[in-house]
């Protein structure tokens, strides 16, 4: 695996649950669920697919007391972290606080009047939980709409530090910001004016970013390109898709960026009339099969030898396709050859036999320890 060269905006580190957001936590990637809060089966079901797929943070969209109960029912059946979404009522974030809420997504200058968010700090405050602001650009305030026209970076930036100004009123340290948009200039815009004015961690989004292919370009344009810069501390790709699928792509820019992985990081030719073996079909049926692969590996699978060799030697598991046998190279030297008509039952075989060996040495490592 490569190093990522690039060096993180020194951020404050705030806790999530089990999960730490800055300093020096790794980025952690999140998602929020689409299913009815109020039926309890099915959110519970989405959660665990999410955790399957790598979700470090789940948020959960509670708009209701009735949602609130339900929230509660929800956090003795999961793990992970939890996010409580809140929009306006106090009356719900105290609830969902005393439910098992991690984090309290609300945004302070709408959540009523000062008692009101005095109160909700304290509980935040008394249980341990951290609070994310959320500014979207879609919802600025009246008077800033008024004041700039238009959706801008500095009418974001002034409308989330109205947000923060209250919780430092309030000497309430323990919180992180976004300040999403969906046109990509814009979000990279906010999030860079934002990153110069506090020290609190940022949470990366595009929101309302669109579907699957469209959505995912859009995301790992303005994410990436904050990323590049040191920006952000946790990320969540908004697709109008299933919330596991945010998941894998935000681990996929992280993975792109050397940053961090959640399992293998495929190398693959785009294939061309050189090809020696069906490389688009073996790559769709190995990223099936080694989805719930969590061990950072290379693996290189290309159709030829023109490209292969050098691609090969880079990586922990290399294929050099040719016909009838393809060459595998490991850890960067000539291994065996295999038959290129069991391409994906043999490299499977070589993944799980790596991960096999990679969790034995951890465990004698943990013994140890």
Same mark, same amino acid.
């Given at each position: 695996?490569?190093?990522?060269?690039?060096?993180?905006?020194?951020?404050?580190?705030?806790?999530?649950?089990?999960?730490?957001?800055?300093?020096?936590?790794?980025?952690?990637?999140?998602?929020?669920?689409?299913?009815?809060?109020?039926?309890?089966? !099915?959110?519970?079901?989405?959660?665990?697919?999410?955790?399957? !797929?790598?979700?470090?943070?789940?948020?959960?969209?509670?708009?209701?007391?009735?949602? !609130?109960?339900?929230?509660?029912?929800?956090?003795?059946? *999961?793990?992970?972290?939890? *996010?409580?979404? =809140?929009?306006?009522?106090?009356?719900?974030?105290?609830? *969902?606080?005393?439910?098992? !809420?991690?984090?309290?997504?609300?945004?302070?200058?709408?959540?009523?009047?000062?008692?009101? *968010?005095?109160?909700?700090?304290?509980?935040?405050?008394?249980?341990?939980?951290?609070? #994310?602001?959320?500014?979207?650009?879609?919802?600025?305030?009246?008077?800033?709409?008024?004041?700039? $026209?238009?959706?801008?970076?500095?009418?974001?930036?002034?409308?989330?530090?109205?947000?923060?100004?209250?919780?430092?009123?309030?000497?309430?340290?323990?919180?992180?910001?976004?300040?999403?948009?969906?046109?990509?200039?814009?979000?990279?815009?906010?999030?860079?004016?934002?990153?110069?004015? =506090?020290?609190?961690?940022?949470?990366?989004?595009?929101?309302?970013?669109?579907?699957?292919?469209?959505?995912?370009?859009?995301?790992?344009?303005?994410? $990436?390109?904050?990323?590049?810069?040191?920006? $952000?501390?946790?990320?969540? =790709?908004?697709?109008?898709?299933?919330?596991?699928?945010?998941?894998?792509?935000?681990?996929?820019?992280?993975?792109?960026?050397?940053? #961090?992985? /959640?399992?293998? /990081?495929?190398?693959?030719?785009?294939?061309?009339?050189?090809?020696?073996?069906?490389?688009?079909?073996?790559?769709?049926?190995?990223?099936?099969?080694?989805?719930?692969?969590?061990?950072?590996?290379?693996?290189?699978?290309?159709?030829?030898?023109?490209?292969?060799?050098?691609?090969?030697?880079?990586?922990?598991?290399?294929?050099?396709?040719?016909?009838?046998?393809?060459?595998?190279?490991?850890?960067?030297?000539?291994?065996?050859?295999?038959?290129?008509?069991?391409?994906?039952?043999?490299?499977?075989?070589?993944?799980?036999?790596?991960?096999?060996?990679?969790?034995?040495?951890?465990?004698?490592?943990?013994?140890?320890?």
């Amino acid at each position: 695996m490569h190093i990522s060269p690039i060096k993180r905006r020194v951020t404050r580190k705030i806790r999530v649950g089990s999960v730490y957001v800055g300093g020096d936590a790794p980025i952690s990637v999140q998602t929020m669920t689409n299913t009815d809060t109020c039926d309890v089966a !099915a959110t519970v079901a989405q959660i665990q697919r999410c955790v399957l !797929a790598g979700a470090d943070i789940v948020r959960v969209s509670v708009p209701s007391m009735e949602a !609130a109960e339900a929230f509660g029912l929800i956090r003795q059946q *999961v793990q992970v972290p939890l *996010v409580a979404d =809140i929009h306006f009522d106090h009356r719900i974030a105290l609830a *969902v606080a005393e439910k098992g !809420a991690d984090c309290l997504r609300i945004n302070p200058g709408n959540i009523g009047s000062d008692d009101k *968010v005095r109160e909700v700090v304290a509980c935040a405050r008394d249980k341990g939980l951290s609070i #994310r602001i959320g500014v979207n650009a879609g919802s600025l305030e009246k008077d800033l709409q008024k004041k700039y $026209g238009e959706p801008t970076g500095e009418a974001l930036l002034e409308s989330a530090m109205r947000h923060i100004d209250i919780l430092d009123r309030l000497d309430f340290q323990e919180f992180k910001v976004s300040v999403k948009a969906s046109n990509v200039f814009l979000t990279l815009d906010a999030y860079r004016l934002l990153s110069a004015q =506090i020290e609190q961690p940022l949470h990366l989004g595009v929101t309302e970013a669109g579907v699957f292919r469209s959505g995912t370009v859009k995301s790992a344009i303005a994410l $990436g390109g904050l990323l590049l810069d040191g920006i $952000g501390d946790t990320i969540r =790709i908004s697709l109008a898709a299933e919330p596991e699928d945010e998941v894998k792509v935000g681990f996929d820019i992280l993975k792109a960026l050397g940053i #961090r992985s /959640n399992g293998i /990081n495929f190398i693959a030719c785009p294939s061309c009339s050189r090809q020696e073996f069906d490389v688009i079909r073996v790559m769709n049926a190995l990223e099936a099969r080694l989805e719930d692969v969590r061990i950072p590996m290379d693996v290189s699978v290309i159709g030829c030898k023109v490209n292969g060799p050098g691609e090969a030697k880079e990586a922990d598991i290399g294929v050099v396709g040719a016909a009838p046998k393809s060459l595998v190279y490991r850890n960067g030297e000539k291994s065996h050859l295999i038959p290129t008509d069991n391409l994906v039952d043999e490299i499977e075989a070589m993944v799980r036999a790596k991960v096999a060996a990679e969790q034995e040495k951890q465990a004698k490592i943990i013994v140890k320890g």
